[in-house]
């Protein structure tokens, strides 16, 4: 239950996604008079680089004034102090280039999580002395990759093939399994379902062996065995073998002709049709339980695929949150509909806890986007507005968050071929994603083309993504600062105006 509780603020230090200016209180600022600093200063006089230091990249894609975006697996400005050393001052800014500057003077860059695919190293703002390296370094290998994933590895509640992980324990009512029999049998596992098929045959042949059997030693047909004037109720059956294959003759309608039952007693007929009519049951209602549990509409979900992670970024001026959703077979979907659940724990101004709660996502259920004709891969987004469970979601307060987004895509599986029985069946995929499987600021790849006058889907592109410029604020954050714009705007407007306004001549 305490899975989904919101996690606490970390105390490492994470780059901001302004430019600030640095505040070095007095402390650090003493400890950095050393030797290493007036070497830096004299290589920035010379115009040449310091020994065994990689001279750095140019930054360039940076509008001063806008939000930066945080840093990214994979991007330049996050991998390019691989190479220098702990003991290189970081290199000078280029002449009318910006630069960021870390939150606090010991603050080192922030490490993605391993689940998000790439990894970027961590480097120190300002040079530090010997005491501190050690300390440095042991702080780097707590927030190493592995780590942090072996700190935020918690249990689903849904698997990324759909599985929920809940175990139904202690139920004292059983017998309502029972009332419904065929859905239990259909529900058994393969080796438990082809077990009690087998047993289900070979039990009705022993029992009704048996009553053979026995009839025919009361009468005293085994006795009597091989006699041609013993008029016998069962022919040519000396033991309980040839009585086991005369039952299942019987029920198989095989018919050799040597062992059957004649008409010198009642009950050998009696006994010939009650086995006739429990064979024909068990035969609809196993060959049943067998069709349908080859044919089950879950297994059509097999081809039903979702993309690994989601994405946060901006359409049509909105933050989204997007995912990416296709169908591997030719033959489609039937009135397909998607939608997605929240699974977070809270606890209310009362304090009583939740453990995890179910909200709805909406996915355009209220204007009918959540109805897909499903012929090729299709981008689903849920546009976080004040109404979605997101609205003060930012790419910070992500990284302290616990929860999960529930997938559900349902539809009716279309007939093919003769299989008639399949036809009109609901079928349901499941996935999930948690906030480690959530890439912010990044879109997908398109994966179809048109090509000899037909599109063409490319599954290889299925899972691409690549990053694009996304503000790191919340959707809240960005909707305050958008109005603020607007009445800004409409008061110079109106400011305007009032200056324009042509002064009213006097009359003749």
């Known amino acids: 239950m305490l899975a989904y509780l919101p996690r606490p603020p970390t105390d490492t230090s994470r780059y901001g996604t302004f430019p600030q200016k640095p505040d070095l209180p007095a402390a650090p600022r003493a400890l950095v008079k050393d030797g290493g600093q007036q070497a830096a200063a004299a290589a920035a006089k010379r115009g040449a680089p310091m020994p065994n230091c990689p001279s750095a990249p140019r930054h360039s894609g940076f509008v001063p004034g806008e939000p930066s975006l945080p840093p990214s697996r994979g991007s330049l400005t996050t991998q390019h102090h691989r190479g220098r050393p702990s003991w290189c001052p970081p290199p000078a800014p280029q002449e009318g280039m910006p630069r960021l500057y870390p939150l606090h003077p010991l603050s080192v860059a922030n490490i993605p999580n391993?689940?998000?695919?790439?990894?970027?190293?961590?480097?120190?703002?300002?040079?530090?002395?010997?005491?501190?390296?050690?300390?440095?370094?042991?702080?780097?290998?707590?927030?190493?990759?592995?780590?942090?994933?072996?700190?935020?590895?918690?249990?689903?509640?849904?698997?990324?093939?759909?599985?929920?992980?809940?175990?139904?324990?202690?139920?004292?009512?059983?017998?309502?399994?029972?009332?419904?029999?065929?859905?239990?049998?259909?529900?058994?596992?393969?080796?438990?379902?082809?077990?009690?098929?087998?047993?289900?045959?070979?039990?009705t042949w022993v029992v009704f062996g048996f009553i053979y059997f026995f009839d025919a030693w009361v009468r005293g047909d085994i006795g009597h065995a091989g006699d041609p004037e013993w008029q016998a109720c069962i022919e040519n059956v000396d033991g309980f073998v040839s009585a086991l294959l005369l039952s299942v003759e019987s029920q198989r309608t095989i018919g050799y002709g040597t062992r059957m039952v004649t008409a010198n007693c009642a009950e050998g007929v009696i006994l010939l049709i009650a086995q006739s009519i429990v064979g024909s049951m068990i035969d609809a209602m196993m060959v049943g339980c067998m069709f349908v549990k080859i044919s089950r509409p879950k297994k059509r979900a097999q081809t039903l695929i979702f993309s690994k992670n989601c994405v946060i970024s901006c359409r049509d001026e909105k933050l989204c949150l997007m995912f990416r959703v296709g169908d591997l077979r030719e033959s489609h979907m039937v009135d397909a509909k998607i939608r997605a659940k929240l699974i977070k724990?809270?606890?209310?101004?009362?304090?009583?806890?939740?453990?995890?709660?179910?909200?709805?996502?909406?996915?355009?259920?209220?204007?009918?986007?959540?109805?897909?004709?499903?012929?090729?891969?299709?981008?689903?987004?849920?546009?976080?507005?004040?109404?979605?469970?997101?609205?003060?979601?930012?790419?910070?307060?992500?990284?302290?968050?616990?929860?999960?987004?529930?997938i559900i895509l349902e539809g009716i599986v279309e007939a093919t071929g003769n299989c008639c029985l399949a036809a009109g069946m609901t079928c349901q995929a499941r996935t999930s994603y948690t906030e480690d499987e959530i890439l912010w600021g990044y879109r997908f790849e398109p994966c179809m083309s048109l090509e000899k006058g037909a599109f063409q889907v490319d599954y290889s592109r299925f899972e691409m993504t690549f990053e694009v410029q996304t503000p790191a604020a919340s959707a809240k954050e960005l909707h305050e600062l958008k109005e603020l714009e607007q009445q800004e705007h409409s008061t110079l407007s109106l400011y305007w105006d009032?200056?324009?306004q042509p002064c009213a001549l006097p009359g003749p």
């Not at 990759?145 to 249990?155: E, F, I, L, S």
């Not at 259920?365 to 979601?393: A, K, M």
């Open 114 to 203: 391993s689940s998000r695919g790439k990894t970027s190293a961590r480097s120190s703002t300002i040079p530090t002395p010997e005491g501190l390296q050690s300390r440095r370094c042991k702080l780097l290998e707590e927030d190493s990759p592995m780590v942090q994933a072996g700190k935020r590895q918690r249990q689903r509640y849904v698997t990324k093939v759909g599985k929920c992980q809940v175990n139904l324990g202690n139920i004292q009512d059983k017998k309502r399994f029972l009332s419904d029999i065929f859905t239990t049998i259909v529900d058994l596992k393969y080796r438990w379902f082809l077990f009690v098929f087998m047993m289900c045959y070979v039990v």
């Open 498 to 500: 009032h200056l324009l």
């Open 345 to 406: 724990s809270r606890q209310t101004a009362e304090g009583e806890f939740i453990p995890l709660e179910q909200s709805e996502l909406n996915l355009g259920y209220d204007t009918g986007e959540d109805r897909l004709f499903l012929v090729e891969p299709q981008i689903i987004c849920h546009v976080i507005n004040r109404h979605s469970p997101f609205w003060d979601l930012s790419a910070e307060s992500l990284r302290r968050e616990q929860f999960e987004i529930i």
